[in-house]
Every structure is written in C-alpha cells, then in structure tokens.
C-alpha cells in the first residue's frame, strides 16, 4: 500500500510513496516573476518571514522537549532559509548513511544540469541497408509504459510508439519486420556491486531501455533483462496492430546513419522527478542520475553518475571532504554524506531558479508520497501540511530532510539524519515529532 514503511522479502525497509499528487493542497502562493507553482522563494526573503529575529534556543528546546526518547545517532541541522541563521545543529558534519535522502541530492545535481522541461525519447529506426529491419532505441525514459498510464496521461508508452511505427511502415509499404534493440545510451553496468542481490526486489538492473520499470503488468518481479522484455512487449504489440515480426528481438546498436520511424518522448524532468521522489523510487533515480552523467558529458554509469553528484554539489557549496557515494537512490549502506551537506543543497535549491522544481516535488506529511500516512500522532499535529521533506529508510537508518513552512511564517531548511536505531518504527515517530515541533515554532 501507498505511504507506508514496508519490510521487503529482502529484510530491507522501504519508502512506499503516493500514486496520486494533490498539490493544490500544499503548493505555496508563487513568487513574482517565478516559476509557477513554486513559491518558497517569495516565502524565504525577510520580509516574508517574521520580523523577530529568530531563536536558537528556542528552537533547541521544542526539539528537546520532544516525549519520545531520540534513539540511535543523530546528525542534523536546522537554518532560517530568509537570513541563514543556524536554529539546531547536532552532529552536523558526521558522515552518515542517508538511505534515500541521497536521492534528494541526485535530483538537486540533474536539475543543475538539466533543465526542467527536458524529455527523453524512446524510438524506431530503420537503416538504409536493412530495410525490413527495425531498431528499438532506449533512450532513458525511467517511466517508460508498456501501454498508457491512466493515472500518469504524461507518461509514454511502447504501445502508443507500436502504433505510431505501424503507421510509418505500412505507409512505407512494409508489414513484415526482423526487430533489433538497442539500449546502449548507457553502460553495461547495470548491478551495483555495493548492492546485494537481495535488493533484486527494491531496484531493476539498471537500463536505458525498459518498460515498467521490467515489470510485467500485474507482476511485482523485476526482469533481469528489462530491455529484452521491453523489446518482446513491443513486439507483440506491432504483431496485434498488424505487422508480422519474424524471429526474436535481438539486442544490436542501431547504425548512426539509420532513419526515425517513429518516437514518444517521456514527460518532463521536472514530472519523472517528482514521481520518483514522492515514491521513493529507487530504479527510476538511478536512471535520472544516469541522465544527468550524460549531460555533464559523463559516461552513463555508476561512476559516472556518482561523480557527476559530486561535481554538482561542489558547484553548489554542498560537497564535503570524505563524502562517499555508491549509487544514486541511496540503496547502499555504504553512501556516507552529512547534514550540513542536505541542508546546503537544499537552501542552494530553493533560492535558485532552475532547482525549484525540487521544492515541491518531496512527499508532504499526512497528504503525500512517503509522508502520507506519517505524521499521525497527536504529538505531530503541527507539521501536517506544512513538513515538506524526503524520507528515508533502510533497516536502522532513518532521515528526513526538506523544507517547514512555521507557525511565524518562517521557510526553515532542516536535514535530520538517523543511524544505528534498533527500532526503525521509534525513528519515524521521534522524526516526526520533532520536525512537528520546529513547525509549531514561533521561534
């Protein structure tokens, strides 16, 4: 079920997210001159904030007097957006496992590097020498369908490009086909290795050609081959619109010199972040941090997209000496990265154009993605509505970081990490009583 922490057959506890995004219930008013829709800025200059200097103290103490018992080891930190002011700080600089608080800092790099409204196309192509041979070219898409989502109208479809292809041979004259696929925008490292095979059931074998994320419909097995079952599917569907398609798919670049037939390009960077934050989506990330290695001029890899994380976050002021990254989703255990660096990140997000999209695109507690059914208890009543932020969860790992719209009217920026819990449900409940407390603050 949607918004729920749910232990896996792999024993690793992971971040459901929302299928639906009702952001009219938590977009704030936009900002002049802004990007529609994303209004932190207007909310993080002083004179939108509370004209009393804001409270340190104040804010440690609402922390402190939290009833629930802060288990395992804490890093946080907490800043008034407007002036910059430090309001909490605990373990700052300690370098801890984010879990999936990493993806906030990969979709922060892509949008450094990509912009917003970037699409990524999927296509058929025919080479000039081949004539009855048709390529399927992956082209990254991380919510690539294999027919059209009625919950995501934006999402393209291998269905919807069968029928375009279709189209396009029978108006060349052609309906009997040999099907190759090419899915080599990416490397071939499609396993990370600080990833145990356990995960096969939190993440698809990375690839720049899939549909469904290698899902079968209705299935919750993920291919090991996702591109060859996206190829298949796609095969069976030219066979229902008419063409005949001998032999198997086959897995071949296409010639540079060979000709579109047919495209469909996935929704825009801004929508496919958005859905892999709010799900906590781990597959869909790691292909988005492939992208951005591709635009930084990087390879499409594991490596390249980690180092292209680094980079970003080094242009950011983010970066910090002894970080470590394995991946790009947070699935590691071995990623090591500090408070003081999410909180950086995200104050360079919501005070920067092009990275604003991130503002509304994290879960938003009791109304959205992995923060749905969270912030329940009497003692978090504050922080619904107005507790912007991304979770994270591996088996004694927990974090929270984003954004508080106050009780004063005050935009804090905190990030809070917890490690070495023995009681990942405790973690949720003190996070989310905390982060309630900071909201209720007239600090």
Same mark, same amino acid.
């Given at each position: 079920?949607?918004?729920?922490?749910?232990?896996?057959?792999?024993? %690793?506890?992971?971040?459901?997210?929302?299928?639906?995004?009702?952001?009219?219930?938590?977009?704030?008013?936009?900002? =002049?001159?802004?990007?529609?829709? #994303?209004?932190?800025?207007?909310?993080?200059?002083?004179?939108?904030?509370?004209?009393?200097?804001?409270?340190?103290?104040?804010?440690?103490?609402?922390?402190?007097?939290?009833?629930?018992?802060?288990?395992?080891?804490?890093? =946080?930190?907490?800043?008034?957006?407007?002036?910059?002011?430090?309001?909490?700080?605990?373990?700052?600089?300690?370098?801890?496992?984010?879990?999936?608080? &990493?993806? !906030?800092?990969?979709?922060?790099?892509?949008?450094?590097?990509?912009?917003?409204?970037? +699409?990524?196309?999927?296509? !058929?192509?025919?080479?000039?020498?081949?004539?009855?041979?048709?390529?399927?070219?992956?082209?990254?898409?991380?919510?690539?369908?294999?027919?059209?989502?009625?919950?995501?109208?934006?999402?393209?479809?291998?269905?919807?490009?069968? #029928?375009?292809?279709?189209?396009?041979?029978?108006?060349?004259?052609?309906?009997?086909?040999?099907?190759?696929?090419?899915?080599?925008?990416?490397?071939?490292?499609?396993?990370?290795?600080?990833?145990?095979?356990?995960?096969?059931?939190?993440?698809?074998?990375?690839?720049?050609?899939?549909?469904?994320?290698?899902?079968?419909?209705?299935?919750?097995? #993920? $291919?090991?081959?996702?591109?060859?079952?996206?190829?298949?599917?796609?095969?069976?569907?030219?066979?229902?619109?008419?063409?005949?398609? +001998?032999?198997?798919?086959?897995?071949?670049?296409?010639?540079?010199?060979?000709?579109?037939?047919?495209?469909?390009? $996935?929704?825009?960077?801004?929508?496919?972040?958005?859905?892999?934050?709010?799900? $906590?989506?781990? $597959?869909?990330?790691? !292909?988005?941090?492939?992208?951005?290695?591709?635009?930084?001029?990087?390879?499409?890899?594991?490596?390249?997209?980690?180092?292209?994380?680094?980079?970003?976050?080094?242009?950011?002021?983010?970066?910090?000496?002894?970080?470590?990254?394995?991946?790009?989703?947070?699935?590691?255990?071995?990623?090591?990265?500090?408070?003081?660096?999410?909180?950086? =990140?995200?104050?360079?997000?919501?005070?920067? #154009?092009?990275?604003?999209?991130?503002?509304?695109?994290?879960?938003?507690?009791?109304?959205?993605?992995?923060?749905?059914?969270?912030?329940?208890?009497?003692?978090?009543?504050?922080?619904?509505? %107005?507790?912007?932020?991304?979770?994270?969860?591996?088996?004694? !790992?927990?974090?929270?970081?984003?954004?508080?719209?106050?009780?004063?009217?005050?935009?804090?920026?905190?990030?809070? &990490?917890?490690?070495?819990?023995?009681?990942?449900?405790?973690?949720?409940?003190?996070?989310?009583?905390?982060?309630?407390?900071?909201?209720?603050?007239?600090?």
């Amino acid at each position: 079920m949607w918004g729920k922490s749910m232990l896996t057959a792999s024993g %690793v506890l992971r971040d459901e997210g929302a299928s639906t995004i009702p952001s009219s219930l938590y977009s704030p008013t936009p900002a =002049a001159g802004g990007p529609g829709g #994303r209004g932190v800025v207007a909310a993080a200059t002083p004179a939108a904030n509370s004209s009393t200097p804001a409270n340190p103290a104040a804010v440690a103490s609402r922390i402190a007097a939290v009833p629930t018992a802060q288990p395992g080891t804490l890093g =946080a930190a907490s800043v008034d957006l407007a002036t910059g002011t430090q309001l909490y700080s605990k373990n700052a600089d300690a370098l801890l496992t984010p879990a999936s608080n &990493l993806k !906030v800092l990969t979709g922060i790099s892509l949008l450094n590097v990509v912009d917003a409204g970037t +699409t990524f196309a999927t296509k !058929v192509v025919r080479s000039a020498d081949a004539a009855s041979t048709i390529t399927l070219v992956g082209g990254g898409d991380p919510y690539l369908q294999a027919t059209p989502s009625t919950t995501n109208p934006e999402f393209a479809s291998t269905q919807d490009l069968a #029928r375009r292809t279709t189209a396009a041979l029978k108006k060349n004259g052609l309906t009997s086909v040999t099907l190759d696929y090419d899915d080599s925008l990416f490397t071939a490292d499609t396993w990370s290795t600080a990833w145990p095979a356990g995960y096969a059931d939190q993440v698809t074998h990375i690839s720049a050609l899939w549909a469904n994320e290698g899902m079968a419909d209705g299935s919750a097995t #993920r $291919s090991t081959t996702p591109s060859l079952q996206a190829a298949t599917t796609f095969a069976t569907q030219l066979k229902a619109a008419g063409i005949t398609v +001998t032999g198997t798919p086959a897995a071949k670049k296409a010639p540079t010199s060979a000709a579109e037939l047919a495209r469909v390009e $996935s929704a825009p960077v801004e929508t496919l972040l958005k859905t892999a934050l709010l799900h $906590s989506d781990n $597959s869909a990330t790691e !292909v988005l941090g492939r992208q951005a290695a591709l635009a930084a001029g990087k390879p499409g890899s594991f490596a390249g997209a980690t180092a292209t994380v680094q980079a970003q976050l080094t242009r950011l002021g983010a970066w910090q000496q002894g970080a470590v990254l394995q991946d790009t989703s947070g699935l590691s255990r071995g990623n090591r990265v500090s408070a003081t660096m999410l909180e950086k =990140a995200w104050r360079a997000a919501l005070t920067t #154009r092009r990275l604003q999209p991130i503002a509304d695109a994290v879960p938003v507690a009791q109304v959205s993605g992995s923060l749905a059914s969270r912030f329940g208890d009497a003692a978090d009543v504050a922080g619904r509505g %107005v507790v912007h932020a991304k979770t994270g969860t591996l088996t004694g !790992v927990s974090s929270l970081s984003g954004w508080i719209r106050t009780a004063d009217g005050r935009v804090i920026v905190q990030a809070f &990490l917890l490690n070495n819990s023995a009681d990942d449900s405790a973690s949720h409940t003190w996070l989310d009583a905390a982060w309630s407390a900071v909201a209720s603050c007239g600090c």
